[in-house]
């Protein structure tokens, strides 16, 4: 649902994103760009948009070096410092292509924005967004008539203009040239921005592509990100209702970036969804239920967990269950009170009330396979491994510890004495 078919991948398009500032504006636990939104990275969010339109490259600093996993990193040497410092240094080792360049700091932004700005007639083209109110820090867009004279940033132009600057700019193949007569400032930095005088002065085309500042606000500080939090919900949620499924409240449903609903789902008040979620048609989604990494077409909740796996179509997984990277099949039921963990449960069996599947021994975890038709009977824990075969049935209570063929019946518990009346024994 939240990924527009239209976008088309271009190979020849480089995209640079920008994650080696010093984040010295945000006072979180780390730098700004590994901070996660909505249970992902900034960055990951970022990466795996960008890969979607062209090739990704990503600037990256000594601080953030290895927390990010990509194969096209360069580390940017801090003794030149600032965003046009940052792109020289890409420039200088990179053959000549169409280069985005994207500030790491912009979690609303998505490809239909990155894509808007590559297809903007111009040898440089800015992302510009109407001046946001309230935000100081954004770079003003000088403009004279309809051509931009220049970007200049609020600290050297405190008066609003009409436009900010997104951070986002693309500059084609024969502009690129540009970017190493960028120059240090009186702040001791090197701005991207300059490359606009830059380019009037060599007369070429600056054009302007106007962006939804709600896919482009960035944030400094930890207030900023918590307001982007806020707005990356109502833009996903708008999303959502127009994938057809059914949300009884929306308000109080949340979303990450990637997740897929298609039409005929039903979802209930007060669900969140993390990244990775796949709701297909016919499932439904009971109200205090949390998601990630999973692909669900059953019934799921009240209060359940489903961390990773998949739920099938007509399977029903109920109140207080959680289930962890396992795989539910088609009609089969765990209903109350279970935990299910590196497990596969087959077709139309049942999984009775506080069974626990024991798949951790405080070092390795180990796999359970249930077969078709089987009844767990209440109150069981499996010892795992363990495979049990189809249409075999426990009975409840039991501490299972060895496999169990198909039809068989089994019982792991004491026998039951009544040893007569109390005050005989
Ligand atoms: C920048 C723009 C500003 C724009 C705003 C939009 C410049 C000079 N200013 O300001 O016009 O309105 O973004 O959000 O470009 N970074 C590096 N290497 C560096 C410095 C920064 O990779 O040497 C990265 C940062 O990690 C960040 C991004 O570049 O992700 C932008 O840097 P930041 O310092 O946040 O720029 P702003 O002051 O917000
Ligand atoms: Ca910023």
């Known amino acids: 649902m939240f990924y527009n078919k239209s976008i088309i991948y271009n190979i020849f398009m480089k995209i640079l994103i ?22 992902v990275r900034v960055v990951d969010m970022l990466i795996a948009r960008a890969n979607n339109v062209g090739q990704t490259y990503i600037m990256v600093n000594e601080n953030v070096d290895k927390a990010i ?36 700091d912009l979690p609303l932004l998505d490809e239909a924005a990155m894509q808007k700005v590559t297809n ?12 946001p109110e309230g935000a100081e820090q954004y770079g003003r867009i000088i403009m004279e008539g309809d051509h931009v004279k220049a970007i200049v940033e609020h600290r050297f132009h405190e008066e609003k203009t009409q436009f900010a600057n997104t951070g986002v700019i693309l500059i084609r193949k024969n502009a690129l040239h540009l970017i190493k007569d960028l120059k240090k400032n009186s702040s001791g930095e090197i701005y991207l921005t300059d490359i606009v005088q830059l380019a ?6 600056v054009g302007i592509s106007s962006l939804l500042y709600n896919c482009v606000l960035g944030f400094n500080t930890v207030d900023e990100l918590n307001q982007l939090l806020q707005l990356a919900q109502i833009n996903w949620r708008n999303r959502a209702v127009e994938s057809g499924a059914v949300f009884y409240d929306i308000s109080k449903v949340y979303f990450s970036y990637d997740t897929k609903i298609e039409q005929g789902v039903v979802v209930e008040p007060n669900c969140y969804f993390g990244p990775g979620v796949v709701l297909k048609s016919g499932a439904y989604i009971k109200t205090f239920s949390v998601f990630s990494d999973c692909v669900v077409s059953g019934a799921v909740g009240p209060f359940a967990h489903i961390k990773s796996g998949s739920i099938a179509h007509g399977s029903q997984v109920g109140a207080f269950v959680e289930v962890s990277k396992s795989d539910v099949a088609q009609g089969a039921k765990i209903k109350h009170l279970a935990y299910i963990g590196n497990a596969k449960i087959g077709e139309n069996s049942n999984v009775g ?4 599947v024991c798949n951790y021994d405080g070092k390795n975890k180990s796999e359970t396979e249930i077969g078709k038709n089987v009844m767990v009977g209440a109150n069981s824990s499996l010892i795992a491994p363990i495979s049990i075969g189809d249409s075999a049935f426990l009975a409840a209570g039991g501490v299972y510890t060895k496999n169990i063929e198909e039809m068989e019946f089994a019982i792991a518990r004491a026998r039951q004495e009544n040893k007569g009346k109390k005050q005989d024994v």
């Open 120 to 131: 903007t007639p111009g040898d440089i083209v800015i992302g510009v967004m109407r001046m």
């Open 200 to 205: 009037n002065q060599a007369g070429l085309q």
């Open 69 to 104: 996993k990509h194969n096209r990193k360069i580390v940017q040497d801090m003794n030149n410092y600032g965003t046009g410092a940052a792109v020289q240094q890409y420039v200088s080792n990179m053959e000549e292509d169409d280069l985005l360049v994207i500030p790491g």
């Open 18 to 39: 920008l994650a080696a500032g010093r984040s010295s504006r945000f006072n979180g636990a780390c730098s700004k760009v590994l901070t996660k939104f909505w249970g």
């Open 353 to 356: 009330a506080g069974v626990v």
